[in-house]
C-alpha cells in the first residue's frame, strides 16, 4: 500500500480503516480520527527532525554591518539549524566557532581591542521573540 502523495485525510483514513473503524470527512470529525491526526503530525515532526532534510532548507541572507556582531535570521522559527556560513562580500566561508572562542573574542577585551573588519566565524546564539 503506497502512502507518497496521499492527504493528511487519506493517511488518517488508511489508519482509521485498519482499525474497523469507519472513515470520516474531516480528521476531527471523531475521536479517533482527531488522535490518529494527532498521532500522523507527532510521526511527521520526529522525522522533519531526524535528518537535514533538503527539502525542507531554507537560505536566509543577512547583511552584515560593521561593528555588529548580533544578527538575527528573521522567520526561521524555533526548530531551526544552522548548517554553515558565507560571506559573499568575500565570497568566503565563515568558520562555526565554539562557544570558548567566542568567550576569548569578546569577553575580558577591552571594547577598544575587539577585532573588527570582515566577519570570519559565526556562533549560533539561540532564539528570540
Known amino acids: ?21 469507519a472513515t470520516v470527512a ?29 527539502a525542507l532548507r531554507d537560505t536566509y541572507s543577512v547583511a552584515t554591518v560593521a561593528d555588529t556582531t548580533s544578527y538575527t535570521f528573521t522567520g526561521a522559527g524555533p526548530e531551526a539549524t544552522v548548517i554553515d556560513g558565507w560571506d559573499t562580500t568575500s565570497q568566503s566561508p565563515l568558520v562555526r566557532g565554539t562557544n570558548k572562542q567566542f568567550d576569548d573574542f569578546y569577553l575580558g577585551v577591552a571594547s577598544a581591542s575587539v577585532q573588527t573588519g570582515p566577519p570570519s566565524h559565526y556562533l549560533p546564539a539561540g532564539i528570540d521573540s
Open 26 to 54: 474531516t480528521v476531527t470529525e471523531s475521536t479517533y480520527s482527531t488522535l490518529v491526526g494527532h498521532l500522523l503530525n507527532h510521526v511527521k515532526n520526529e522525522i522533519e527532525q531526524a535528518f537535514y532534510w533538503n
Open 1 to 21: 500500500m503506497a502512502t507518497f502523495g496521499k492527504t493528511y485525510l487519506q493517511l488518517t483514513n488508511l489508519i482509521i480503516e485498519r482499525m474497523r473503524e
